[in-house]
């Protein structure tokens, strides 16, 4: 239903980040989360279709490069940093066991002659503490395994008897695999291998192969990786819930009247999110036939926010990674061209069929629990990283970050060095880097709650800026 059908809706990383402080302030004051949670919505849900109401789209306009390229790059680390931060989680989860780590050791326990269980003795060494002492009955399990000990009438003693070290380093390798797969699945479209048919079908599903790959080897290995946990049916994640959130519940009935202050901060972040990602997509290098509908997108966010805080669902808003990653898989290119030379980029395909089967899909997949369940998290954290790096790699502010560190005789002939001075474009950049670092570490600390003022101030800052660039 929306005027520009190349978006995608999802939950993205800034509404996410406001959804995790509204939790911890309901936490903090021991607020029912949900019920307010919903007046949030609710009030959301009528800033947003007041400023449908006004045309407040108009102010698209004075989006400029420095605002959509410093939002984009803020979501793209956001995805870098979260895939890079729960693979490191798993490190701790599943620890690497080393001699002297408090994970290492197990030992299989006989019972002595009486009867009676041997006690643990430790016995000092040139190089190593040693807990093996054959006279107590203790035997290193390295050499017997637990099965082995229990089947011989032993019992397994110590922290390492029931961990895996091989899991740590094994996520790390699926994690690493199955972003390298999708980088290079991506890039198999402009190599010289495979006719150009089987060239666009591994581009275009780059992501799907990295992940089919990365459940074969984790299948194939058998070890206990850390998989993705899906419900074992339909029905609502908390018990007790009701399908529909009540509107009060345990809260007093001023807090319906107080969700307004959060909401106002919301509805300028989803207004930002929205439109800057359809603003991105519609830029005149896209060659897009079809015109944006500014003013009816916004209208069906906010028809989407009454009713996804009603039954408790995810906040959606057009997402600029996956949206950046749709456009870029619609792409069409000349088939003739000169014998090495690269195709010709002739436009999008435009159509509602792909975001119309994305969500059909998307719904099928809750009866999909028993496959969904075999997906390893390492793969899952790698396809992320890999989102995160190609929404980065496809904007100009990147390259103009590689232009601070490379010698001027190095430097690519990009149309912008024609027109701009080099010292111009070195300050544009460092301000938006200034900028980016700024919007980070406020959305770090426990200032987070002013995040969606700190990015309209970046927006309205960014009118100052010469839009040569």
Known sequence: MAGQPLTILSSTGPVLVFERLLFSFSRDYSLDYLPFRLWVGIWVATFCLVLVATEASVLVRYFTRFTEEGFCALISLIFIYDAVGKMLSLTRAYPIQRPGSPAYGCFCQYPDPGGNESQWTRTKTKDREDLLSTDLGLVNASLLPPPECVRQGGHPRGPGCHTVPDIAFFSLLLFLASFLFAMAFKHVKTSRFFPSVVRKVLSDFSSVLAILLGCGL???????????????????????????????????????????????????????????????????????????????????????????????????????????????????????????????FLGIREQRLTGLVVFILTGISIFLAPILKFIPMPVLYGIFLYMGVAAISSIQFTKRVQLLLMPAKHQPDLLLLRHVPLSRVHLFTAIQLACLGLLWIIKSTPAAIIFPIMVTQGWVASWGVPERL
């Open 218 to 344: 984790d299948a194939f290995l058998g070890l206990a990786t850390p998989k993705l946990t899906v419900p074992r049916e339909f029905k609502p994640t908390l018990p007790g819930r009701d399908w529909l959130v009540s509107p009060f519940g345990t809260n007093p009935w001023w807090l319906s009247v107080a969700a307004a202050l959060p909401a106002l901060l919301l509805s300028i972040l989803i207004f930002m999110d929205q439109q800057i990602t359809a603003v991105i997509l519609n830029r005149a290098e896209y060659r897009l036939r079809k015109g944006a509908g500014f003013h009816l997108d916004l209208f069906c966010v906010a028809l989407l926010m009454l009713l996804t805080s009603a039954l408790g669902l995810p906040w959606y808003v057009s997402a600029t990674v996956i949206s950046l990653a749709h456009m870029d898989s619609l792409r069409r290119e000349s088939r003739a061209c000169a014998l090495g030379e690269p195709p010709r």
